[in-house]
């Protein structure tokens, strides 16, 4: 497993699952280092019994996509501690309720990494693994970890057909790897906005509000919103969606 970040061999060669255990060793950014093990010793009260995954975090789901989803970065106290995308979390609870519901999850819940939960046609991803402070990962963390979500789409290429993006920042860190990954993404670079949907030629590109508590809490983004994103995206991808009411 390389350890000394994506600016090395890191994201270079192999498969996915390759790409994912590489990703996990990866120590690139020292801030980014320091807290998430901080967070993974001290540990929130609720969980004091539990172990912390305290690594970067890989995406979830299967290798051969069609949907994908671009968040931000793992929680400190979700994916940091259970080692898997939104799980853990109240994100993921609102992310995973939403994917069930339109028939993209195997269930609604997202607790533990070997919880069960399967994903249908997506994977999950961020273009930040590990948990930064405040939810705010700097410009430079982020550039630092885009060869890694670079590397992903190129595997995932056969396969993808559409995207979603949760928030500005994910959409502002996701656009400069489409290009590199060999898509085209029209100049000047799209906007984000919550139902914005661009076209990067076999690609579309969808945004969605993050799911983030202050969204959801506020009623900024509800679950009506987010299935309808997602129902609207898994069609461009070619995907079955279970029939929403009304």
């Known amino acids: 497993m390389d350890s000394s970040g994506p600016g090395s061999s890191g994201p270079n060669g192999g498969g996915l699952a390759e790409l994912d255990a590489r990703v996990s060793g990866c120590r690139a950014c020292p ?12 540990k929130r009260a609720a969980f004091a019994d539990q172990t912390y995954w305290g ?3 890989p995406g979830f789901g299967p290798a051969d996509a069609s949907l994908l989803i671009v968040g931000l970065a793992p929680a400190a106290h979700g994916g940091n501690r259970t080692g898997r995308m939104f799980t853990g979390d109240r994100s993921g609870d609102v992310l995973y309720a939403a994917l069930h519901d339109v028939g993209l ?5 997202s607790v533990t990494a070997d919880d069960g939960l399967e994903l249908y046609g997506v994977r ?3 273009p930040v693994h590990c948990a930064p402070p405040a939810n705010k990962p700097t410009p430079c ?15 995932l290429r056969p396969s993808l057909r559409a995207v979603v993006v949760l928030g500005a920042f994910g959409w502002q860190a ?11 993404v029209p100049r000047p670079r799209p906007v984000f906005a919550h ?4 076209s990067l030629g076999s690609l579309e590109l969808f ?3 993050h799911v983030s508590q202050r969204n959801t809490f506020t009623g900024r983004l509800t679950p009506a919103m987010l299935r309808d994103v997602l129902d609207t995206a898994a069609r461009a991808a070619g995907l079955t969606t279970r029939p929403q009411a009304g």
């Open 174 to 184: 996701a656009l400069p790897a489409f290009a590199e990954a060999g898509w085209t």
């Open 207 to 209: 945004g969605c509000f």
């Open 141 to 155: 963390e982020r550039d630092t970890c885009r060869p890694w979500l670079v590397r992903e789409l190129e595997l």
């Open 195 to 198: 139902g914005a949907q661009v």
């Open 124 to 126: 999950v991803t961020s």
């Open 55 to 57: 690594r970067p975090v």
């Open 31 to 42: 801030r980014l280092v320091e807290w998430r093990e901080e967070v993974a010793r001290t």
């Open 105 to 109: 999850a195997s269930r609604g819940t």
